[in-house]
């Protein structure tokens, strides 16, 4: 596959945060402070239990931990952004002033601005500023108070209860870059550091079965872009022909595994997980057999 001229990012003079330089494939544990969210709505609900959870995914392996405020599952009920801003920020507290590194799910500027000043790290904005028009220019500003910003810019056709409808493509990986490409452009000119962008194709957003599958198997179309690559594969429709019965875990969980370690040996800059312990057990074999291998 011929992979089309690269929209690069553009130098900065302030260094990159450590998490955007990392040595193997990092885990990303998803917190869902949200009643409503597709696989683990409401567990994590109340903020103690919500920093809890964060804290045992980080001993379980999890490099960054993304937290989210609003669900964006099908059927679901928008977020009031004061309310949303209330679920997260006290959890983002706690987990800063523990030492973890956060990411912040949202589809906000206000929220944005709320998590970067509470110390969030990272802004992980699924419809690639779609949703939200000042989202861009919000990152540009932000990203000059607090140079550990990032920003992750998701593939996004259109919100969750239509997004299936509009899962046409001719080439699944190649269209799904170029509309990536096209937001990319926009950042720039809206001032935003390039070298702090991070990228996510958005499995399962706007993408049914196969299509799913055709992007992991073309990861080549965004690796070599100069950009970060986030992946999510957890838990996804995508998976379900692989469901293992398991009493102890999502009958998901395995399969998700075995995608992550797939992500890792193409090394990915992260994947995006519930289940943390196996993923992080899978990049780190992926790790392992990158340090042992040699040409012939």
């Known amino acids: 596959m011929?992979?089309?001229?690269?929209?690069?990012?553009?130098?900065?003079?302030?260094?990159?945060?450590?998490?955007?330089?990392?040595?193997?494939?990092?885990?990303?544990?998803?917190?869902?402070?949200t009643p409503n969210s597709f696989s683990d709505g409401g567990k994590w609900f109340d903020p103690s239990q919500a920093v809890t959870h964060g804290l045992e995914m980080v001993a379980q392996g999890a490099d960054l931990?993304?937290?989210?405020?609003?669900?964006?599952?099908?059927?679901?009920?928008?977020?009031?952004?004061?309310?949303?801003?209330?679920?997260?920020?006290?959890?983002?507290?706690?987990?800063?002033?523990?030492?973890?590194?956060?990411?912040?799910?949202?589809?906000?500027?206000?929220?944005?601005?709320?998590?970067?000043?509470?110390?969030?790290s990272i802004i992980n904005d699924v419809s690639g500023g779609i949703v939200d028009d000042s989202m861009f220019a919000t990152i540009a500003g932000l990203q000059l108070r607090y140079p550990q910003l990032s920003y992750i810019c998701q593939h996004w056709r259109g919100s969750p209860e239509v997004a299936n409808q509009l899962a046409v493509y001719d080439n699944v990986a190649v269209e799904t870059w170029n509309e990536l490409e096209r937001r990319l452009e926009l950042m720039r000119h809206s001032g935003i550091d390039m070298r702090r962008v991070i990228i996510d194709p958005g499995l399962g957003?706007?993408?049914?079965?196969?299509?799913?599958?055709?992007?992991l198997a073309n990861l080549d179309v965004f690796?070599?872009?100069?950009?970060?690559?986030?992946?999510?594969?957890?838990?996804?429709?995508?998976?379900?022909?692989?469901?293992?019965?398991?009493?102890?875990r999502h009958p998901r969980d395995d399969a998700t595994a075995a995608v992550s370690m797939f992500c890792a040996l193409h090394k990915v800059w992260a994947v995006r997980v519930h289940n943390v312990a196996p993923v992080a057990v899978a990049v780190q074999a992926a790790a392992f057999l990158d340090a042992h291998h040699h040409p012939c």
């Open 65 to 120: 931990i993304d937290v989210g405020g609003e669900s964006t599952a099908p059927g679901r009920k928008p977020v009031a952004v004061e309310e949303e801003i209330a679920r997260i920020l006290p959890v983002i507290e706690q987990l800063v002033a523990a030492g973890v590194t956060v990411s912040v799910d949202t589809l906000h500027a206000k929220t944005a601005q709320a998590a970067a000043a509470a110390g969030a």
């Open 2 to 33: 011929t992979i089309a001229a690269q929209t690069q990012p553009e130098p900065s003079t302030s260094a990159l945060p450590d998490y955007l330089q990392p040595e193997r494939t990092l885990v990303m544990g998803i917190l869902n402070v």
């Open 205 to 215: 957003f706007s993408k049914v079965g196969e299509q799913d599958w055709d992007v």
């Open 223 to 248: 690796l070599h872009r100069g950009y970060p690559v986030l992946v999510g594969p957890s838990r996804k429709r995508y998976l379900a022909d692989l469901e293992t019965a398991a009493s102890d």
